[in-house]
């Protein structure tokens, strides 16, 4: 064996043994502190990520770590999909968990741990169709359809706060609906309106 080859393979052999699922985890921590705002790394520090919901059409609320330790809990994610399904079609759908982290951020950002109210949170095609044939502003392809948008308030904030934090985040679609008392925040393309 060269020289070389005996080098590498004294140095495989003195390194841990790193699954594979750790490799990917380790590599898309790395590549997400690459990348994220300020606000977003700081919260990626944290060991524990909780948010608590209030559907404003079912009346049910809910209060859940759904992070711990670096895993999304399944436990604590079913529930979240249930709460935020499709309150007139009862469809649940797995939310996007870059959604509950941005909700997670925003609220971390506004010094809060009050509760979501939400207004809408997944839709299915046909509650979405029917929306959008009364009124232009729901979009024909919503990201709500994908799990991947919210419209809600938070308890003890101000819309307008509410909607300043979210836009300052730059992590996705932030909407203003003050008449209605909402925000909408997706995590799609970086836009406002």
């Known amino acids: 064996m060269s020289g070389h080859l005996q080098q590498k393979s004294r140095i495989s052999e003195t390194l841990p043994a790193v699954s594979r699922r750790d490799f990917l985890r380790l590599g898309a921590g790395i ?13 990626a520090a944290v060991q524990e990520r909780s948010l608590s919901f209030s559907n404003t059409h079912t009346g049910e ?3 859940t770590t759904y992070w711990l330790d670096g895993e999304y809990l399944d436990d604590s994610m079913q529930e979240i999909n249930s709460i935020l399904r499709d309150h007139r079609t009862d469809d649940v ?6 959604l509950l982290d941005l909700l997670f951020v925003l609220q971390s ?9 939400i207004i809408s ?12 044939g009364k009124s232009k502003s729901v ?4 990201y709500h359809m994908r799990g991947m948008a919210i419209d809600i308030r938070l308890q003890g904030c ?3 706060n509410l909607q300043r ?4 985040l730059k992590a996705g679609g932030v909407g203003y609906y003050p008449s209605s008392d909402f925000i909408h925040v997706d995590v799609g393309p970086v836009r406002s309106w």
Do not use: I
């Not at 502190?33 to 919260?43: D, E």
């Not at 950002?109 to 109210?117: K, M, T």
């Not at 949170?121 to 959008?132: D, I, K």
């Not at 979009?139 to 919503?142: E, F, G, N, P, T």
């Open 31 to 43: 590549a997400g502190a690459l990348v994220l705002p300020p606000a977003f790394a700081k919260s």
């Open 61 to 63: 609320s809910l209060k």
């Open 93 to 98: 759908h797995n939310m996007d968990t870059a």
């Open 109 to 117: 950002q506004l010094d809060s741990e009050d509760v979501f109210h």
């Open 121 to 132: 949170g997944y839709r299915s095609p046909v509650t979405n169709a029917m929306l959008n």
């Open 139 to 142: 979009a024909k392809r919503s």
């Open 158 to 160: 101000e819309l307008k």
């Open 165 to 168: 934090a979210a836009l300052a």
